[in-house]
DNA sequence: TTGTAGGCGTTATCAA
DNA sequence: TTGATAACGCCTACAA
């Protein structure tokens, strides 16, 4: 049994809302029974139950996190960036993976609210626009990572994905490549869908004719990547860059043109997006772009909780343009 | 405002503790007035708060769960296997980073306590001797992961470190080497220690006697892989075979190996242990020793279930031993 | 089969 | 400066 407010109450001799007022730091409390108050707690170890304080409050401190994928590469950095920023405010983290399955991510969002959490973030959510509009209807405090909605309506931190599948083509343009292929997730995902489009708009500007031949489409997973890049190499006219629109897909890019004895940056140069942890550790070191994940899941937190200090649903979008990381894997021609 | 127990009460004509019923599928309620109730709550989309409920239930249905530091390569296949397996047992978890602070982990545990968690699942932690037996002392449930501690009294999920240490190394015997490498967190760790352990062990075992020479230590880190790799490169008689205590540490080495013209595994060969997702990534494709952290995630719940549900305080000792990954870091001789 | 009422541990309003 | 007391939303004897 552990104590709880009475038990303080009785033992300082005072009333539960004197000691409640200490607890909340409230003024008109005389430093005598100040002081006996805070005693007996340090006395007793007592610790305030949170729950019954959330019942009365009607808030619980807590913000709930869906991941869609946990383990996805991004994942560390940006729960990390969650979690230290909700600590910065007071709050508290509750997680969720949806192992990508939107019912799962559905049931989630209801078990969290029916946990009385205070906002929730969602990243990487790949449908139930119903549920968020749901959400959004209740004025209840949601942001998204990573996917842009301008037409369901919620705040969203978002990359700039065209911008960065610009960059990153441009990088190869500029180091002198022409035959530039590009293994991209392509319509299968929001994120995969804009890099092309930079990938398109980089060539379009540099007068290069588009070679669908150029550009494969796979899943994001390593095993794709090399499959993806096994048939880039068997193209008559073989490109002699890659921009791949994940680092996972780079490398399983790598595997193929290894395997095939060709060198990295020697035959072909690879440029990748996400720099993921491994990116720096794999050999050649890949050069690509940085999407600032820490500082994403920071900055979903410092949005949800403007959200929730706000009326009525604000539908605030911040976009971030990611940063080219050179190492080594690109050849200047 | 969301509807509550008393709105449908109403509205279905009953009382509140009918409509309790058909919400705990509770027996004794006809079936007429059951479906009336469940309409009802259909209709308003009523679902219980779960905050009032715990409160009088006294249990909240989430479990804690501390990692000591979120960014460890092995975290996100163990975080997938504590919530997965939670929401078997239907609870969710409530997530904190430590960073390897042991104060921040400390206030998590009162964190944690105060939200009325059913139980805590500390994984990596480090030191807070005293707070884990405080929790002992009142009979809360707790488990750590990846730390023995017959002394602490505390249940804990832990792999065999020394065994794994030995199986790493004996395989490299086995494979004819003789001057065998060993880069370790040593005594900064005690997963370092124990692996060490075990590769002094089946060196022994080998009657090879030890050369300190070959033992190198440092934190668990690329940079300190590379560096302690570097130190056994110069040695007249360097290694042709190492074990390295932590994949990340082996990545490290293959840096300082690869960058001095050597190959892998042709002049030396390298077994890490983990199996971090990068070991298969990268080239050659790591040899190491897999330690099946989405089980281990799993236990752990498991044995926090079964610590909720028994009276006193057990103390239950999980140990998992590891398996070797052979892939083509190791050259037979 | 259904309803009444007390209690879970807090906070907050209103008196004293 | 302090103390009763009514919520908060739910569950659970006990009664009816």
Redesign the pocket.
Known sequence: ?????????KKA?????????V??N?????K???ERIRATIKDLD????K???N????RSNVIGFIASDITNASFPELARGVVVKAKEYGYSVMFFDAHKDSRVEKEAIGLLRSKQVDGIILSFNEANRDELLKLRDENFPVVQIYRKSSESMISTIAIDNVANGYLGTKYLLDAGHTRIGHITTGDLTQSGYERKLGYLKALTEANIDIDENLIVEGVSSVEAGRECMERLLELKSRPTALFASHDVLAIGAYDAILDRGLSIPGDISVVGHDNIEIAKMIRPRLTTIDTFKYILGQASVDLLIEEMAVESHQCKELVYPGELVVRDSVRIL
């Open positions: 049994m552990t104590a709880t407010i009475i038990d303080i109450a001799g005072v009333s539960v809302s004197t000691v409640s007022r607890l909340n409230k003024p008109d409390v005389s005598e029974t100040q007592y610790s305030p139950n729950v019954a304080r019942l009365v409050l009607k």
